[in-house]
């Protein structure tokens, strides 16, 4: 991931905004003229600083929400969407209760988020904890294109409150003011790429859904702004459709984007609060003109705690430490100190081999060095980020949050033909498969070998294999259980904590101690 470390500075047509208003001063003449602060983030799936308290940190943004107020009253935090999930905190429990998201909630309320637009990881956890998390929730929802599909029909998500629901707006007009009168009118769409399918959302065409709120709002206000949950391409696409938005705040990439497309701009901050885009926002009410000062600040060591923030980032924090010491890790310790960073992003785990992909194999492989060939499917890692050096345990634990042990089994050449097909045809899914490079697939000859011969359909190979597989579970892989006919031998469950195929986790951090000897 770049690091410009350096402000970029834009000049042009942009804005942001949200509820709120200042005193008039006694005495001071309206001048026509509003400003007003916005801080982006985007894609944050941690509260606590990453890379050993190097990088980001809900405390952190937290400190630079404050700091800007300070400048101006009129100063609004926005996430850009997936908060909720990817999380090893949802498989974890508090109270009883599995925690999916309550943490990041929790911490969003203290920091000060003002408005957020669903990402497409919120509907990884199920409808019921979607709807808690919204009812904990402090901050505004805006939803153009994404809606909660139920047994009566499809309609807005809503915060179900003391008072009643609260539906979720498609649009949302906020009123400006500031301390010689000035007034400003902001009109926000909320926009989703349909990506994630679940039974209870149902999404409405992106473009066609932007376009009709757009024109219902660009006569009432004076910008109109675009939250977004999308690929790059998809925003510039929608900013060409649109001309007349000031800005589409986007999401989705986990590395900072910049782009001007006619009149609109377009900003993606780091993921996980690494950076986040400050924006300054000027409206002349005269001529109505608008302007922005744009940049990106690194979210470091060099930025201090906010104290309240910081209480329940810890809080959650030591929630979490206490369940990984009661499955025998220590997420503070350093397993690899140096190397180039691991990929575990899901654009490219789920579509071909990354280092961090190699290596989880690698170490699956020395867990059971019986084994002919080791598999995993690429759904069980859901960091969707690049890990940065130095990795700790907790950075394994949070890459995999489902843990899950290594099976042995003894399987024909037939079936393990079948497996490997169904994983190939599944590019772009959890069920694309990860093995050993010592599988391949022989493209001219259209078929699979091992060790550079065909594999043999009559042959018993012997599979180190991640136990969720072994359950059917996954897409396209119903028929891979204990009781296929194909399956010869499934060797006992490995659960002694000291024997790395208890967890998968325990045997990556376990190869990655033996590469630093």
């Not at 679940?198 to 004076?222: H, P, R």
């Not at 986040?276 to 705690?305: G, H, M, R």
């Not at 060797?491 to 000291?498: A, G, I, R, S």
Request: proline fraction near 3%; aromatic fraction near 8%.
């Amino acid at each position: 991931m770049k690091k410009l470390g350096v402000s970029i500075l834009i000049a042009g047509l942009f804005l942001f905004s949200a509820c709120s208003s200042t005193q008039k001063s006694a005495g001071v003449k309206d001048d026509g003229k509003i400003s007003f602060t916005i801080v982006q983030v985007n894609d944050v799936y941690e509260i606590a600083p990453l890379d050993a308290g190097k990088w980001g940190g809900m405390a952190r943004v937290a400190t630079v929400k404050k700091e800007y107020l300070k400048e101006n009253p009129n100063t609004f935090m926005v996430m850009a969407g997936d908060f909720l999930s990817p999380s090893v905190y949802n498989s974890l429990k508090y109270e009883g209760t599995r925690i999916r998201g309550k943490q990041m909630v929790d911490a969003m309320n203290v920091a000060g988020v003002d408005m957020v637009v669903f990402g497409n990881h919120e509907f990884d956890i199920a409808e019921s904890d979607v709807q808690s998390r919204i009812n904990e929730s402090n901050f505004k929802w805006v939803s153009t294109n994404t809606f909660h599909k139920t047994e009566k029909g499809v309609s807005p998500f809503v915060k179900q409150t003391k008072q009643g629901d609260e539906p979720f707006p498609e649009s949302y007009i906020m009123d400006l003011k500031d301390a010689d009168g000035t007034t400003a009118k902001i009109g926000y769409i909320g926009l989703t790429l349909p990506f994630t399918k679940v039974s209870y959302v149902s999404y409405t065409d992106v473009f066609a859904s932007a376009q009709k709120k757009y024109d219902e709002l660009k006569s009432q206000c004076d910008a109109v702004i675009a939250i977004t949950h999308q690929a790059m391409e998809d925003d510039i696409k929608l900013a060409k459709q649109i001309p007349g938005l000031t800005l589409i705040i986007g999401g989705h990439e986990h590395e900072r984007h910049y782009a001007k497309i006619g009149n609109v701009y377009i900003t993606k901050a780091d993921a996980n609060a690494k950076s986040a885009y400050i924006l300054k926002l000027n409206i002349n009410k005269k001529n109505q003109k608008v302007s922005v000062a744009a940049k990106i600040i690194d979210i470091n060591e060099s930025t201090p705690f906010d104290a309240a923030t910081d209480i329940v980032v810890k809080k959650w924090t030591d929630i979490g430490n206490a369940n990984y010491a009661s499955l025998g890790f220590d997420a503070t310790k350093i397993c690899m100190a140096t190397g180039e960073p691991l990929d575990g992003r899901e654009p490219y785990t789920r579509t071909t081999k990354t280092n961090f992909t190699k290596l989880i194999v690698a170490a699956m492989e020395k867990a059971s060095p019986t084994a002919d060939i080791a598999i995993m499917n690429s759904g069980a890692i859901r960091v969707d980020d690049m890990l940065q050096m130095p990795i700790t345990q907790y950075d394994i634990i949070r890459s995999l949050p489902f843990g899950g042990s290594i099976m042995e089994v003894e399987m024909k050449g037939s079936l393990l033909i079948k497996v490997l097909d169904a994983g190939k045809n599944h590019v772009g899914s959890g069920g694309f498969l990860q093995y050993s490079s010592s599988i391949m697939k022989d493209s001219m000859n259209n078929n699979w070998t091992f060790k550079n011969a065909p594999l043999d359909i009559n042959k018993v190979y012997k599979v180190a294999i991640s136990d969720f597989l072994m359950t059917g579970g996954e897409a396209n892989l119903g028929f891979l259980t204990k009781d296929n006919s194909d399956i010869i031998k499934v060797y006992p469950v490995f659960t002694d904590l000291k024997d790395a195929r208890s967890d998968v986790r325990r045997a990556i951090v376990n190869y990655m101690e033996s590469l630093n000897k």
